[in-house]
């Protein structure tokens, strides 16, 4: 029947030679895994043997409150009392200093202003790159409503106005990542705790004490 008959159709060999493509995409797949695995652990060791990576610091430079109001003229006789009526404005600048040799990318973070522990207002910082060896000032403003300030221990606060002092604490978690070859660290955790003391008179900062705990990579 080989010479006279029909052509036979092999159905088993196109079944094994796909069987073959298989298990080669198989394997392509798996050495790409293991490629991509062996590539982030020789960027990790060469962060942490080369680069040594250290926590930026973070410093609070400057702290401005003002009163923020349709007129001042209540400003002289009451301060306090002013203040719980209309809305205190926080403005806070803090130096960054960056001592890797390879550059820093901060994203955006918040800090938030609390007294007695209970949140007034936070403020907002844009996300902003630093070079290696550099030292950059940002900003940031925390508005306080009269409607917050109401809700608050208002007895409290002017107990504290009387005195012409008033503590406030600003905490925030400002997070980083080290740049290298154009591929970003993990993230570095910088959490921020100042504590500052104001006069409501005077519109002044009497004092200002922060820490700063970082983790690196």
């Known amino acids: 029947m080989s010479s006279g008959g029909a052509p036979r159709?092999?159905?088993e060999s196109s079944r094994s030679s796909s069987k073959p493509s298989l298990s080669g995409c198989c394997r392509c797949l798996f050495f790409l895994v293991v490629l991509i695995a062996v590539l982030v652990v020789a960027f990790v060791l060469l962060v942490v043997l080369f680069v040594k990576p250290k926590k930026p610091q973070i410093d609070l430079d400057q702290v401005k409150v003002q009163i923020?109001?349709?007129?001042?003229?209540a400003l002289s006789s009451d301060v306090a009392a002013a203040a719980a009526s209309e809305g205190i404005a926080i403005t806070m600048s803090f130096n960054v200093t960056n001592d890797n040799k390879v550059g820093i990318t901060f994203a955006g973070s918040r800090f938030v202003v609390l007294y007695k522990e209970i949140p007034l207002?936070?403020?907002?910082v844009r996300e902003f790159s630093m070079p290696a060896h550099t030292v950059s000032r940002v900003y940031t403003a925390v508005f306080v409503s009269p409607a917050i300030l109401q809700q608050t221990d208002v007895q409290s606060?002017?107990?504290?106005?009387t005195k012409d002092r008033v503590?406030?604490?600003?905490?925030?978690?400002p997070g980083a990542k080290l740049v290298i070859l154009g591929l970003s660290s993990p993230k570095v955790q910088v959490a921020v705790d100042c504590s500052i003391e104001i006069s409501p008179t005077?519109?002044?900062?009497?004092?200002?004490?922060?820490?700063?705990?970082?983790?690196?990579?």
Do not use: M, N, R, W
């Not at 923020?68 to 003229?73: E, K, N």
């Open 9 to 11: 159709v092999y159905y």
């Open 167 to 173: 503590e406030l604490k600003v905490l925030g978690d």
């Open 202 to 217: 005077k519109l002044a900062v009497i004092s200002h004490q922060c820490s700063f705990d970082g983790v690196g990579v």
């Open 157 to 161: 606060l002017l107990q504290d106005a």
């Open 68 to 73: 923020v109001a349709p007129t001042t003229a």
């Open 121 to 124: 207002g936070q403020g907002f």
